[in-house]
């Protein structure tokens, strides 16, 4: 199982980009997918979630200007995060709890490689 993000890049304060990750490889079942967000010397912080009903939980940091979304049909989580600050800038890392074809009875955790966000001021 594999996740891969993708999106990041610079961009100026008060801009916008949209994250993608994709899960792929033998997967049986999704439950929630997330996004977190890793800055220099700060600890990982949650950034996101959904369920796979579509329920969504945001840090506070974020409410109003970040908006999470997926396609459960694609095994894909997106991130559209609009109104960017400064202090948004990291490194961002999709995740996702899911079963696999091989394990149907737990769920595991699986993380993404990361993607960079700069937003200049």
């Known amino acids: 199982v594999q996740l891969q993000a993708s999106g990041g890049g610079l961009v100026q304060a008060g801009g916008s980009l949209r994250l993608s990750c994709v899960a792929s490889g033998s997967i049986f079942s999704i439950n929630y997918m997330g996004w977190y967000r890793q800055a220099p010397g700060k600890q990982r912080e949650l950034v996101a979630t959904?369920?796979?009903?579509?329920?969504?939980n945001y840090a506070d940091s974020v409410k109003g200007r970040f908006s999470i979304s997926r396609d459960n049909a694609k095994n894909t989580v997106y991130l559209q995060m609009n109104s960017l600050k400064p202090e948004d800038t990291a490194v961002y890392y999709c995740?996702?709890?899911?079963?696999?074809?091989?394990?149907?009875?737990?769920?595991?955790?699986?993380w993404g490689q990361g993607t960079q966000v700069t937003v200049s001021s």
């Open positions: 959904i369920a796979s009903g579509g329920t969504t």
């Open positions: 995740n996702a709890y899911l079963m696999t074809s091989r394990d149907r009875s737990t769920w595991y955790p699986y």
